[in-house]
């Protein structure tokens, strides 16, 4: 892999340009040490995940693209949706369980899905703009990207898959760390699922960036680079889990270890249909 190219935009954000028209958009003072990613089309920009709104966005996206900019979301929660509501244009996956918190014509995140109250954050109702289907090839102008359905951390949780350069915008699917399958709304079962699908769709050389990041030994913050290596020691974790047959490392969350950088997180519910 060849050097990450990163750079501070300000005392706040950090700016990891992954390859041409992708750029991978950190918080490294963030306790969770968001990434957000911007995708540069010749016509149309994507931002997926907006942070956790701590320090406003936008400034960071617009010195990137002078193109117009669609915010869309992986999922609800607080960390990651922060900013939506200061892009002019928004996006969300057309799911039944997201339309249902329409309400007289703005969208209502549900603190179930948004998990603020933990951190003392309000969601900020908005309009929505566009509603992607899953399966569905969203064109930035020579960039296409496809909106595919991952649940297990969330039920509405979705990763984009730029195809012709092999590439998975995964969010908090499959990140380095703790994955958070403990949460309200996880499911272990849908996990694998989500990861089966996966491993029919990505190619061997695949590259999956996730949503939160770790330093580097030597301090400096890069975009979360993973391998198809790592999802399928997801799936493996996943599958003797279910079987009985991965201790967890530490119980109340039951921890469990995926492989030497990744573990997974479970609490009682996030085994339904599986005990
Ligand atoms: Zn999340």
Do not use: C
Not at 142 to 160: C, D, M, R, Y
Not at 243 to 261: A, F, K, T, V
């Amino acid at each position: 892999m060849t050097k990450p190219n990163i750079r501070w935009f300000d005392d706040w954000y950090v700016v990891d340009e992954i390859a041409p028209g992708l750029y991978g958009i950190g918080e490294p003072k963030y306790y969770q040490i968001n990434w957000n990613y911007l995708i540069v089309g010749d016509e149309r920009a994507l931002v997926f995940d907006t942070g956790p709104g701590v320090r406003d966005i936008t400034p960071v996206v617009q010195s990137l693209t002078d193109r117009p900019v669609t915010a869309l979301l992986s999922h609800l929660h607080f960390d990651h949706t922060g900013n939506f509501h200061r892009f002019a244009d928004t996006a969300l996956a057309d799911l039944p369980i997201l339309r249902d918190s329409m309400r007289d014509g703005l969208f209502h995140a549900p603190e179930e899905m948004f998990l603020g109250a933990r951190d003392g954050v309000s969601w900020t109702p908005m309009a929505i703009g566009q509603w992607w289907s899953i399966g569905q090839r969203v064109d930035l102008g020579g960039k296409e990207l496809e909106i595919v359905a991952t649940p297990g951390h969330s039920p509405e949780s979705i990763s984009l898959f730029d195809r012709e350069q092999g590439i998975l915008l995964a969010a908090d699917f499959l990140y380095l760390g703790n994955l958070y399958g403990q949460i309200p709304g996880a499911s272990l079962p849908d996990y694998l699922a989500a990861a089966e699908a996966l491993d029919s769709l990505l190619p061997d050389d695949a590259l999956i960036l996730g949503a939160h990041g770790k330093p580097l030994p030597d301090g400096t913050h890069v975009a979360p680079r993973l391998a198809r290596r790592d999802l399928e020691d997801l799936m493996t974790g996943l599958n003797a889990i279910r079987d009985g047959e991965l201790p967890p490392l530490s119980q109340n969350p039951d921890r469990y270890r995926i492989n030497d950088r990744i573990a997974l997180l479970a609490g009682p519910a996030s085994y339904d249909m599986w005990r």
